[in-house]
């Protein structure tokens, strides 16, 4: 009878790994899909991890009108999922049970407004008890190189605000877009449905314009060291907001502009968008 070498030879170390792996059954698969949804159906783009330039060069047009657009690296060493549009009306409703102040029942696909900081937060604790993940507010890095999509320049689609890019600089019966919200039969008082505009190269809605997003992040000065995964200021006393609105001029549209408010505030021209957790 002949033996076969292999089996003779092999460790037994390695055979019981063999063995053992088969009784497991199939391993789960360590890639992560690129689009995800859950059962709200809210709808998240994968963001890769990266190193990107933070902040805006000192001859970019409208920069430091709220000031500390310093240029600095970031590194984000994990990937997330940002979620594809500004949570909706709908959304809110299907968490929370209830419309907002300003808002009737049906309204759908708009964004949410007039939510503050902490009203965010409280969203974010009842979406987590579902269980379909780990969510929360993205931190002002990741906003930033979620919106530039791997630009450089002041908008993510180039460097000249167009209005068909994006809903801004309006309000009922002014603003320099009127002429074109009138063909999409918008209303210029008020943001535009989720998804009117072109996503970003990334596939991101109105991560510019619509309405203002609020981050995780206290405001405050950057570190102009380059740094990995910063959460900004330990403490503080406003919550940054970042992306302009409807009523927004263009030079708040910029990628790396900065704004900020208390975090109690409810204001007509903020909204959100949440993250999840990759990882």
């Not at 979620?83 to 009737?104: A, F, Y």
């Not at 974010?124 to 999509?149: D, F, H, Q, S």
Request: aromatic share 10%; hydrophobic share 35%; net charge positive.
């Amino acid at each position: 009878m002949h033996t076969n070498s292999t089996v003779r030879h092999t460790p037994f170390y390695l055979v019981l790994l063999v063995l053992l792996t088969a009784l497991a059954g199939p391993q789960p698969s360590l890639a992560l899909e690129k689009t995800y949804r859950n059962t709200i159906g809210m709808t998240f783009v994968l963001i890769p991890a990266g190193t990107f330039v933070m902040g805006s060069p000192e001859n970019e047009a409208g920069r430091d009108r709220h000031g500390g657009e310093e240029q600095h690296t970031v590194t984000l060493t994990k990937p997330i999922y940002m979620q594809s549009t500004e949570v909706t009306v709908d959304q809110w409703e299907s968490i929370m049970g209830k419309p907002l102040i300003g808002w009737r029942r049906g309204a759908g696909n708009m964004p949410v407004t007039r939510v503050s900081w902490n009203d965010c937060q409280k969203f974010i604790e009842k979406l987590n008890a579902r269980g379909e993940g780990v969510y929360r507010l993205p931190t002002e890095a990741e906003w930033e190189y979620a919106c530039r999509a791997g630009t450089q320049t002041p908008f993510s689609w180039g460097d000249k605000i167009e209005c068909d890019k994006a809903m801004y600089g309006n309000k009922k019966g002014s603003g320099a877009c009127l002429q074109y919200l009138h063909t999409l039969k918008l209303d210029a008082g008020k943001p535009a449905p989720v998804k009117t505009f072109a996503p970003n190269a990334w596939g991101l809605y109105d991560m510019q314009g619509n309405v203002w997003e609020w981050c995780q992040d206290w405001y405050g000065d950057y570190d102009l060291e380059p740094v990995k995964d910063p959460t900004g200021p330990s403490e503080g006393n406003h919550r940054v907001r970042r992306g302009g609105g409807w009523a927004s001029k263009w030079y708040d549209l910029r990628s790396a502009n900065r704004a900020y408010s208390h975090p109690s505030n409810r204001i007509k021209i903020i909204g959100f968008r949440v993250a999840r957790e990759a990882l």
